[in-house]
């Protein structure tokens, strides 16, 4: 069935010569055309991490509350009280870019199933967006298209968009990145995975119907994008979120009762990769009778049922004799829900079309023997000359008032609030810190406990040196949860990258990788679960190097939560950490000179954890009123956002600088591990001792009060004026 | 008193009401299934918020025909009070229990933020527990959430004091930046001419808790629980 198999048409499903050699060598023969198709996108480096696994086996995996490390549809953590959470991270940057609302939108549904599909109820979303300049002609086109797509399937669905970050830059004018985070939560003991065992088990099909859409989208988010991208339109799923409420509330139902052995998403490769993932793991074999799948359109072939990425589909294995009450379950929610095919102890997966056999492969080749590469990789001969930076051939602005101004202008450090006031963050009822703080922080209801989430990473950062870029992408998320209160109990990663062929991209993935796995070790935080989006480039030039890092923390008190936004006159101002001249890699450096140059910012980890340990220590001894982390903009953007990011009402700070390095360094310097706290002047000699204990850099540099911002003896300014700037900087230019 | 709160295929606050009226209020409160039957004995039923039936027609325009629709429509005739929040306010309309229609906002975009409100009219079974002039602050978060009726309806509003709630700043005046959507008016909540039906976008089960940043939400379910009891003694 279908046309006879060619050298082109080899090639044009991304299967290289060897690889062609080596499914011959498991089958034993030439495969069918059916047959290509499911080794195609099994073997696509979305499915099978062929170029990342190498190097992704280095990272910490392993904690005392792990209880799902990476490998499942989401990686699981424990919490306390027979409570635990479900998270992960994925990307959607190619079908984002092609088809911005219909693409971010799937982007949250496919991750949303990732979380459910584990039996746990999905209760935050998050995403990290980047983007082209923000003057590009068709920037303001993928923002407005990808936000309102967000928006459009998280609302709809019912789960609270509570936090993210966004990002502009050249570098992704022609590949932009929808990176999507969810976390659910879950009893520990009615945790799901996706497993297929016990021979003759039903596998069951429930969801939408299967039509044409996103067929090969596995495949395309494989390869770089070239000047036809946009006839790409096609392979770009559409989300329908209303079917995927009801599928998450008939699941959900479901996992109450005692019927199901496994389960997951039909994410990318659909029926493919789920069904054979889950035999892969249950060490069986899976017979699908392709006849039974329900359709949308007439005339599908078996390859195109095989591999279509319809969304809002899950399969499931039951136990025998259940079949009738699973069903009738769906029939409740109003969904199809089918038998398609049975578990089987051949280890094969099989696949039948009106009762004539498609497809025949070992689940092995499929899944654990797909092939890994270790590829070579090679550090950029340019490197060096992009780190050398010569501050004194950097002018420094006369006037440092009206710099701070156009950085808090800036569309990267200005408000986001255009983004996400378009989406729902409240629903659910758990939103203790919404967006624009440091991390978001949910309750936990029946519990005193709350938890805290952010997503971060310095694609600027990785870019000048991938090693540090990847350090700081995991301390910043750490830093972030610690300035509210959380101690990180695990993270995600999205890795998202150039070509895996160009042993210059592979060097700077190497790199992020290492320095990751250096902060996670010294800070603890265990990956538990993660996405490697490769072939972000277009016509040869990659992006950045853009970890993306979703790492959640736990709050035992949620009473006692901190956000960053000065609170009450008379505060004194602290700055815990050290400010040094780093401009390299600044946003001050790109934004005001138009230079990405230079070194990012040294961080020593033991320094890192002191200061993180400190603050969280003067939270729970309830010693302080506000904590916010200083990064991108340095000190000066961190002081004004303290004062005018409270959604309630902008408050002045009167600050005395004695920094011996030149002005805009003292102002923009991006330097680590530097978090700003206010408190009462009572309570300053507690934070000194905890400092002291810690060994970690204090100074008190100012005061909480009044209406104006003044940094002595360099700048005043109306808070309100400062207001109005950062409120408006990136709405006036999306408008 | 008993709550009743509907589940239609899309609801995505009716557990949030649910939590707000049982953890919060320590209210009697049962979950109503669309395609049932309304039977029991209620006091008062809300409508809750999301996207029913997906609202891919016209928001609320599918969950006017569900079975338990036909029970919400007697009821409310026969007096019982019924409360439509968001998508339940879309409903409302819909069915033709309250007056005027809720169209796409002003500037087409969804929107989420915290938002004023200030009580118009106090002598209803929902606001009867506030003061006129008094402030209240909930979040708004809606793509269809602009309040339009006909000069004809907009006076009977006025005529019979309908319009309960407006969009205020934190001042209390009802300016254009304050109003979320483009409703007319600045028109947050209506009520129907026998006061016992009282739709609005704003949403009170989201500001039942200091921890989450509100609780004038609460406010206006006690305003109700405290009729209702008083109804209850009066028939004694």
């Known amino acids: 069935m279908g046309p006879a198999l060619t050298a082109a048409l080899v090639t044009s499903h991304g299967i290289t010569a060897d690889e062609y050699e080596k499914i011959v060598k498991a089958l034993g023969r030439e495969p069918s055309y059916t047959e290509l198709g499911v080794f195609s996108v099994m073997w696509s480096e979305h499915c099978s991490y062929k170029s990342s696994r190498y190097y992704l086996k280095n990272l910490p995996t392993e904690g005392p509350q792990v209880l799902q490390g990476p490998g499942e549809n989401a990686g699981v953590v424990d919490i306390g009280g027979g409570l635990a959470v479900a998270f992960k991270i994925e990307s959607h940057n190619h079908p984002s870019f092609i088809e911005p609302y219909q693409g971010a939108a799937t982007g949250v549904g496919g991750i949303l199933r990732d979380i459910f599909t584990m039996g746990a109820r999905p209760i935050a979303s998050l995403n990290s967006l980047r983007f082209g300049s923000i003057d590009h002609p068709r920037t303001r086109y993928l923002v407005s298209g990808v936000v309102a797509g967000i928006g459009g399937y998280g609302n709809c669905i019912g789960v609270p968009t509570v936090g993210g970050e966004c990002y502009f830059d050249e570098c992704y004018n022609a590949n932009i990145l929808v990176n999507a985070f969810t976390l659910g939560i879950v009893k520990k003991k009615q945790i799901f995975t996706g497993i297929a065992k016990g021979l003759g088990n039903p596998v069951i099909y429930v969801g939408s119907k299967t039509g044409r859409d996103g067929i090969h989208g596995a495949t395309m988010a494989s390869e770089s994008f070239s000047e036809q991208k946009e006839q790409r339109r096609p392979t770009v799923q559409v989300g329908d979120p209303f079917t995927e409420k009801l599928l998450l509330e008939a699941c959900l139902e479901l996992m109450e009762k005692d019927f199901i052995v496994g389960i997951q998403d039909m994410g990318a490769a659909g029926l493919t990769s789920s069904s054979a993932e889950m035999a892969g793991r249950g060490g069986c074999g899976v017979e699908l009778d392709l006849s039974a799948v329900p359709l949308r359109e007439s005339g599908m072939s078996p390859y195109e049922i095989l591999l279509s990425e319809s969304q809002e589909r899950m399969l499931l294995v039951a136990k025998q004799g259940s079949e009738a009450e699973i069903l009738r379950i769906f029939e409740k929610w109003d969904l199809d829900a089918v038998v398609v095919g049975r578990v089987t102890d051949d280890q094969q997966f099989r696949a039948f079309w009106r009762g004539e056999e498609v497809a025949n492969i070992p689940i092995r080749a499929l899944t654990k023997e797909a092939p890994v590469y270790q590829r070579p990789a090679t550090r950029p001969p340019q490197q060096d000359r992009l780190q050398q930076l010569d501050l004194a051939s950097i002018k420094e602005p006369k006037d440092l008032l009206a710099t701070l101004k156009q950085l808090l202008g800036s569309p990267n450090l200005a408000s986001k609030e255009w983004i996400y006031r378009q989406y729902d963050q409240f629903v659910r009822t758990n939103t203790v810190v919404g967006p624009g703080a440091d991390a978001a922080v949910i309750r936990i209801k029946g519990t005193t406990k709350g938890l805290a989430l952010t997503v971060d990473g310095n694609s600027r950062y990785c870019y000048l040196d991938p090693y540090v870029g990847g350090v700081v992408a995991v301390a910043e998320a750490a830093r972030n949860l610690a300035c509210v209160g959380a101690r990180p109990v695990g993270l995600t990663d999205c890795l998202n990258f150039g070509s895996p062929e160009n042993p210059e991209v592979m060097w700077q993935f190497a790199q992020v990788i290492q320095g990751m796995r250096d902060a996670c070790t010294a800070l603890q935080v265990p990956v538990v679960s993660g996405n490697v989006s490769f072939y972000n480039e277009t016509d040869g030039t990659p992006i950045y190097p853009t970890p993306v890092i979703g790492m959640v923390g736990l709050i035992e008190q949620v009473q006692r939560v901190m956000t960053p936004w000065f609170k009450s006159s008379g505060d004194a101002v602290v700055m815990l950490g050290r400010t040094r001249e780093e401009l390299g890699g600044s946003e001050y450096l790109k934004w005001v000179h138009g230079l990405t140059r230079g070194t990012p910012p040294w961080i020593d980890l033991r320094v890192e954890q002191a200061v993180q340990l400190c603050c969280l220590e003067a939270i729970d001894q309830a010693l302080l009123s506000s904590a916010h982390d200083v990064s991108d903009g340095g000190l000066a953007v961190a002081l004004a956002e303290c004062c005018i990011g409270n959604p309630e009402k902008p408050v002045g700070v009167r600050i005395e600088t004695r920094e011996m390095i030149r002005g805009d360094a003292a102002l923009f310097s991006e330097s680590q591990s530097r978090i700003v706290v206010s408190l009462k002047e009572e309570k300053m000699d507690r934070l000194k001792e905890l400092a002291a204990r810690h060994n970690v850099p204090m100074h008190v540099i100012g005061t909480v009060g009044g209406t104006r911002f003044t940094i002595q003896p360099i700048m005043q300014v109306a808070v309100d004026e400062l207001k109005a700037i950062w409120s408006t900087g990136l709405a006036s230019r999306l408008k | ?236």
């Open chain 2, 1 to 236: 008193m008993h709550w009743g709160v509907i589940t239609f295929p899309g609801s995505c606050d009716d557990h949030d009401v649910f939590d707000a009226l049982k953890s919060e209020l320590g209210q009697k409160v049962k979950l109503l299934w669309h395609k049932d039957e309304l039977a029991g004995n209620f006091d008062c039923i809300v409508l809750p918020g999301g996207f029913s039936y997906g609202d891919y027609l016209r928001c609320g325009a599918m969950a006017r025909f569900s079975p338990i629709l036909r029970g919400v429509v007697k009821f409310a005739q026969n007096g019982g009070l019924v409360l439509g929040i968001c998508n339940g306010f879309q409903i409302l309309c819909e069915t033709g229990l309250l007056p005027g229609a809720l169209v796409r906002n002003a500037d087409l975009q969804f929107i989420c933020r915290p938002a004023y409100l200030r009580v118009e009219e106090t002598d209803t079974a929902f606001t009867s527990g506030l003061k006129r002039g008094q402030i209240l602050k909930m979040p708004v978060k809606h793509g269809e959430g602009c309040y339009y009726a006909d000069a004809p309806t907009l006076e009977r509003l006025h005529k019979n004091r309908q319009i309960l709630v407006r969009y205020v700043d934190a001042k209390g005046k009802p300016t254009p930046s304050a109003n979320p959507n483009g409703s007319v008016e600045n028109i947050a909540g209506i009520c129907n001419e026998t006061r016992n039906v009282f739709g609005l976008m704003p949403h009170p089960e989201d500001a039942c808790s200091e921890l989450l940043g509100s609780t004038d939400g609460a406010k206006i379910f006690n305003s109700i629980a405290t009729a209702c009891a008083d109804k209850a003694t009066s028939h004694v």
